[in-house]
């Protein structure tokens, strides 16, 4: 299947940074207004914004966990939940046919350390816009990637799971090519619709890369 792609990122700047055409729209998911023309007339839509914690000046990592914050505006509350709301809602309005939303792995757990990052509890803002998604009516696919590397995809055995059971293991992450990967193979199989799953991965070399979407798909039984 192929698929037309348009992009959807907050400013002028990072259009250029990523080479941008008319493919790519510039709009603030904070504002309902500013992203619907971006959304007009798509079938599907992968939602990967998040909120970004930021390292206070001075800290030092080598001394201990440092300290982070969000810029003003941009804490998880507004970006995790207010705008993942708005794409969804804006999406729901656009007569889209399916969203595939990125969360993390972790929600499970009220006190994880992503959640005390800038005292933003990310992960619980962040479950609170996969509620949404979930009663939301669209076809949904939600996937919480484990801790993201950069490193080539397609050469690993992907894992599925659920309620954080993978953050038990040493399979708890995973190139974030693969994520950008299972995102499109879920666009293509209905049995990645109405599902939510964590995804991590093998380390490369073991076990044998995952090229049958559709099957990984129909191992996860969880709706949320």
Partial sequence: MQFIGRGLVRTP?????????????????????SILAAL??????????????KMKPGSDPTKGRPD?????????EQV?????????YAAKAAGVKH???VGSMGGMNPNHMLNSLGNGNILIWKRK????????????TIIRAGGLQDKP???????????????????????RADV??????????????????????????AGTPTTDFKALFAKVTARF
Avoid: H, M
Avoid at 129 to 140: K, N, R, V
Avoid at 153 to 175: F, M, N, S, W, Y
């Fill in 99 to 101: 969203i595939v939303l």
């Fill in 180 to 205: 950008a990967e299972v995102c499109i193979q879920a666009l293509q199989f209905e049995e990645a619709k109405f599902k939510a799953f964590d995804l991590a991965s093998k380390p490369e070399g």
């Fill in 68 to 76: 982070f914050y969000f810029d003003e505006g941009a804490y998880p």
């Fill in 80 to 88: 995790d939940w207010i705008g993942q709301k708005n794409q969804i």
């Fill in 40 to 53: 007009e007339g798509i079938d599907a839509l992968i939602i990967l914004t998040s909120a970004v914690p």
């Fill in 129 to 140: 816009a996969e509620q949404y998604l979930a009663d939301s009516g669209i076809p949904y």
């Fill in 13 to 33: 700047e990072s259009k250029d940074q990523i080479g941008g055409a008319d493919d790519v729209f510039v709009g603030d998911i904070r504002n309902t207004d």
């Fill in 153 to 175: 995809g397609g050469l690993r055995e992907l894992l599925v799971g659920k309620d954080d059971e993978l953050l038990q293991t040493d399979t708890r992450a995973i190139p």
